[in-house]
């Protein structure tokens, strides 16, 4: 009886979440793993780009003063 009784307040208890929250309280904990997972797979993009851009950086440095800066047309406002 008691078992029957705390299924129902826990089902009961369940569905107030999810009728102010829009979720559960365990959907809610995987949401943020999902979002904690979503920003390391960023950042580890983004730390792949910064470092091709380096590269680039670096590759642009070593040539020098082979571009003169007055090769490139000025913006116009």
Do not use: K, N
């Not at 797979?41 to 642009?60: F, G, K, P, Y």
């Amino acid at each position: 009886m008691i078992a029957m009784v705390r299924r129902l307040l826990s089902a009961a208890g369940t569905a107030l979440e999810r009728r102010l929250l829009g979720v559960s309280s365990d959907e809610i904990r995987y949401t943020f793993e999902d979002v904690r997972a979503e920003i390391r797979a960023t950042r580890s993009e983004l730390l792949q780009e910064i470092a091709a851009l380096r590269v680039e950086v670096d590759r642009l440095a070593a040539r020098g003063g082979d571009e003169r800066a007055d090769d490139h047309p000025a913006a116009e406002a």
